[in-house]
Structures are given as C-alpha cells and as structure tokens.
C-alpha cells in the first residue's frame, strides 16, 4: 500500500514538528515520521530567540507560548560562581535582553519537550498526518518523486510513501544525510557532556536574586533550574582520561549536585543522567534532488549562544514557503535551489559565533578549533542574518560583514524586514504582523497597489499590497517608514512569505507592473500560473 502526499518530513522534533507547523501554516498538507512514543522529554532547547518567537507569533501560538513557559529568559540572569553556595557571584545580565527596540516580540524560556507539544497540535488541526512510533528506513528518488518506506514499530507494518518532497529533520544521528551522499565538515565532537536530570529542593535564586542557568566553575558544569523543583545540571567528562556515561551512577550524580550546590545532606532525586556530545558540523549540501536537510540534520553547533535549535527553526521558516509554493505550482521548482544557497553560509556563521563564545567561556575550549572570529551581539546574529544571493534581488556588492547589527537593518534586500510600529484603522501592529503566508509589497504610493491587484487577480501570484499615506491603509509615525525601509517618494519594498526582503524600489518606478512580474520572475515565482493551469 502507498501514500502520496505533497511534503514528509522524517524526524518530530523540535524542528520536523516546526516545519510541519510552518508547513500547516501554508495549507499544506504534510506527513512526520517520529521513531520516538511522543514528543521528547529531554531537556535540550529551552532559549527560544526573539526571531523564532517572530516566527512562531505568525503562527499565533506566541500566547500559548508564553503561558506554558518554563523559566524567564529576562527575569533570570545567567550567573557564573564557584558553586551555588558562593558569595563571589558574577552576573552575566539575562540569557537575552530587552528585544522591544528590534521586535513586536520577546524571547521566552520553553523546554523543548513543551514547545514540541504546542507545534505537534497546531500542525496536526493544520492537518498533518503525525506518526510517532514509527521509523524511517529507506529511500529512493526519482526525477518527480521520493519513496520512502517507513514502519511502525509496534506493528511491524511496513508502508510506501510517495512524497512530492522530504525534509530530513532527522537529527544528530539520523542516517539521512549519509543515505543521501551528503558529507558535512568542521572541527567534529569538541567536548562530552551529561545532561543529569534530579528533583531537589534547592532555591531557584542565589544572592537573592533568580537565575536562568548558573556556571560552576567548581566543576566545569552548568545548573539550571526548571519548573516543579526540577533541575538539570550539565556535567562536562573526558573519556580520554578514561571517564564514561556509565560511571554517572546514583552516587555519583548526588555527589555532582552536593558539589554543585556548595554544601552536603541535600535532598536530591536522580530523574534521568544521559550523555550528549558537543560538536560543530555543518553538511556540504543542503539538499539532494527533493530532499532536503534541515536542524540538527544539517548542522551541529554548540550550545554556547543557545543558535543550535534556533538555527533549525530558522532553515524550516526559510523552506516551508518555497516548498509550498513549488507544490501549489506557484513557483518554479528553481525557487528551491535558494534553499541551500542562502541558509548554508549564514549557518556557517553562526558556528562560527557558537564556537568564538565557546573559546570565550571555556577556561579550557577543545583544540581543533578554528581561530576564533570576533564576536558579534546575540541579536546580530539572530535578527542581522544576511543572505546575499538566492529567492532575492541583490542591491550593491554585500557589506564585508556575517551579519548586519541589528540596529541598522534598514530593508537591504536578503535581510529580515525591520519591526517598525504602524498603524492601520486605528489599531497599532507591528510591520512584520503582515508578512507571513504570501509575498507581501510595502509602498508610498497607490499605484504599486493597482499593479499588485492586477497580479493577484488575473495571474495568480500570492502577493498583497500595504500602502502607506493618505492614500493607503498604512501609518507610521513621524513618517518614519521610508527611512526604516529605505525608501523615497513612490518607492516600493518587496517582501517575502518569511519576512525577508526580496527586493526594494528605492523610489517611483515607471511601468511598475512589468517591473514586478520580471522581479517574481527572478525570484522563481510563476506569473501566470492560474492561467496556464487553465490553458
Ligand atoms: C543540552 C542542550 C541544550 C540546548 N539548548 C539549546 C538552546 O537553549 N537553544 C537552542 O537554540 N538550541 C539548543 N540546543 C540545541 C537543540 O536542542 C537542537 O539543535 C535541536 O534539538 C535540534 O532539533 P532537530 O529537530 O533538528 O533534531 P532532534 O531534536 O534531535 O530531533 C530529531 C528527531 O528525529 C527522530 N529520528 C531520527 N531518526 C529517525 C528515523 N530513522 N525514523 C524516525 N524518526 C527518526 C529522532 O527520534 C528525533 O526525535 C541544545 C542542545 C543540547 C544538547
């Protein structure tokens, strides 16, 4: 027996579940394939960036978010102590700050195992098809299609699917990526870590003040507190000087807490003790033919700058609306080639961001690691990404810079469109509230809004118009949307379904409709599309 269906997406964690949800977003139908009974109940993500909360807030879930949180990135600062006991604290000011200056949004604390349980329910009432207990075993493509035989494991049952597209979110030891012939490249495994899990009921706070995670020197290792007097301490070992998992028993862990706590007899319950490993990948490739790597799949980084899951969180935002556009035969199956042309080399900054922080931290980082690059802020890295070529038409040769600070983003086309606080009939929003499923063109003047319609209406391109003035729909006051956008009189900003800037009139265009339709086209997007399906 087989199934067709338009996307499969191997793996339901943090981000195959994103995907699924981002997929769902789009009206498209999809189906995940997760070896696991249910949605993780490791302690893993936990630092949701104020871009991916962008992200998920399109999705409407930011309330949901923010009301079953497990910690407060803001409130609780990141401390760095001998032990928990230590009068000679040092605060490092919250794990990430006031993001209000760049974003209608703000970071938030939600373990991952609570995270992936609000996407899994969003993108199963968005109609995806969720299989857990079930496992991925082999693949084969063709020019049109892939095939994928999965089974279930309780039954045993062995079923075909036949998939338009695959996203491989499969993880760190998913076999994807080398089924697929990718290879992936960086400084390999950095360091060994156990992430112990107890019930205890030492303070959340030290120094009288409540912290996010604190760093203890006395044992190289971070403690962190979550919900219910549940803690996670993060043990650094080295099996080169013959440590392994297995000596974390019972005993031992009590002993970590007893040291990381700075005093002895304290109640401490072993939940869980299991082992990960710090490392920095990045694959050579992105995708191969339909199928295509994303998360941890695609690239390791080390947790230092919390970039890891937000990264994956990311390349699904960047995937999600070209693949749906591509199936819904809105654009040319090139569109998808920008996949890996635009997020792979941001990915390649961002570990290298991870891995500077990591020499930064550690008073004894790995070798094997490259020369350390200069750190930029959290925010540069996560809202100043810069794609320089892909579904985009580039302005002047690209600043000789990773990323673009935060503060200065001013509507370069390949950089996230800036937050600016509008208005429309009244109600006050934010610009990036108009971005999210279709292209959406930002403009002075109402002639850009008739071209926009006509396009629309007539050639089936998924594109809305937003005019500001008098003659609109848009306020901002002060008039300050062209210089946040840069833009003169009669100018025009193209933006894409994932809140990137496609494209920028600087100022009033003549012919503006042809204008438009040789940048979609471009871009990959088919103008035209409703009538040659008719045709
Ligand atoms: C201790 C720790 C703390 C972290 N903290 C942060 C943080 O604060 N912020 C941050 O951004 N990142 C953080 N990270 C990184 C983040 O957790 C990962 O980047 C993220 O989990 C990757 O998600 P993923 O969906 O790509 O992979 P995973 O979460 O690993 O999910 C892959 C899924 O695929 C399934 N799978 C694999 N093979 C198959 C198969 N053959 N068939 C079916 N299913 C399969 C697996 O069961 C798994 O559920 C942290 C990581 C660690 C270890």
Redesign the pocket.
Known sequence: MSTHIPVLI???????LTAAALLAHQGMGCMV????ADT?IQ?????I?PRSMEIFRCLGLENEIRAKRTGDQQGGGIARARNLADPDIRWAGPAWSDASSYSPTQPATCD?HVLEAILRHYAERGGADIRFN????SLEQDPATVHAVIRNRETGKEETVVADYLIA???????LREKLGIDRKGPGVLQH?M?IIFDTDLSPEIGGRPFTSCFVSDLNATITPRPGGRWLL?QQYFPERGEQPEDFDRDRCRDLVEQAAGRSGIKAELVDARS?EMAAFVADRFRAGRCFL????AHLMP?TG???????VHDAHNLAWKLAMVVRSEANASLLDSYDAERRPVIASTLAQALARLQQWFKDPPGRLPPAVDIVDDYDVVFGQRYDTGALMPEAAAPDRSFEPVAELAGLPGTRAPHLVIEREGEKLSTLDLFGRDFVLLADDANWHAAADRLRESAGVPLACHVFGSSGDLDAPEGRWPSAYGVGDGGAVLIRPDGFVAWRAPSAETGIEGRLVQVLDEIGVRVGHRDAARR
């Open positions: 191997i793996g339901g964690g943090l981000n195959g394939v997760e070896r696991h993780s302690y893993k993500f936990a630092g960036s991952q079930t496992d991925f075993s979110a499969d993880g760190a030891n998913g076999t870590w992430s993060a990960w994303i998360g941890d799949a947790p919390a970039f890891g899951g937000n990264s994956g």
